[in-house]
């Protein structure tokens, strides 16, 4: 399997060029064309159908991934459903873990699971599991902003809004905290934290989803917080 990342600058895609009898697996509406000599079908992906019922119920994921395979050599092409960039990461027997809406695709030998992270929560907006893909092939993963790969050297560290975090790998250690306290959300605009530790890597995005859903309901009358008590559209409403 050959890739190319193109439309960078948070307008990315990929486009997979499979040989006779290879395949890619792929989360549901990543699709953007795909070659006459491949075939699609949908299926529950790796583990089966409960595992891919567990992923879908405590990982946000949906239960079902379209399978792309090669009858002759031909080509996929797969985009982020939000304005974003795409990064791949081949794993060697290794493991990377994922916010549940950062998955776009992987080789069929990559298992996609879910794994609880602790009832402290890890993001903000209340996810206790991360996506854990692991095995042996290439992952893709996407953001929904622009990504920035940072990578750790032993001991070095990093902090980062939870909400901000695409993937990292298993290797890096990490905390979570609230910085200032209980008051910081509510009053100065910021979340949880996560304090990582190398050495690995971590993928960031610059923007994040939730943040751009509050400031829309913020502009619709009744979903701002303000003084309408119209019933009107909240922020529960893009989420």
């Known amino acids: ?86 990064r791949a990461r081949f794993l060697d027997e290794e493991t990377i873990y994922a916010d549940s809406g950062s998955y776009l695709a992987s080789e069929p030998n990559v298992e996609v699971s ?12 209340g996810d206790v599991f991360l996506l854990k893909l692991s095995g042996t092939g290439t992952t893709f993963i996407d953001s929904y902003g622009a990504m920035e790969t940072v990578e750790l050297e032993q001991g070095e560290q990093f902090n980062v809004d939870t909400e901000h975090i695409v993937a990292f790998d298993s290797t890096v250690q990490y905390s979570t905290f609230r910085p200032g306290g209980v008051k910081s959300r509510a009053f100065g605009g910021e979340g949880k934290v996560a304090k990582f530790s190398g050495p690995g890597k971590v993928w960031v995005q610059n923007r994040d989803f939730e943040s751009l859903a509050e400031k829309i309901a913020e502009e619709i009358p009744g979903g701002g917080g303000g003084d309408d008590d119209d019933g009107g559209i909240g922020v529960d409403d893009f989420l």
Do not use: C, H, W
């Open 1 to 86: 399997m050959e890739y190319e990342i193109r439309g960078k600058n948070g307008f990315a895609d990929v486009e997979v060029a499979l040989d006779t009898n290879e395949q890619i697996l792929a989360e549901p509406g990543a699709m953007v064309s795909y070659d006459p000599g491949i075939e699609m079908t949908t299926d529950t992906g790796s583990g089966g159908l409960l595992d891919s019922a567990k992923r879908s119920m405590m990982g946000g994921e949906s239960v079902f991934m379209n399978t792309f395979t090669a009858q002759q050599p031909g080509s996929v092409t797969l985009a982020p459903p939000a304005p974003g960039d795409v």
């Open 114 to 125: 879910t794994e609880f992270q602790g009832a402290s929560k890890f993001f903000t907006s």
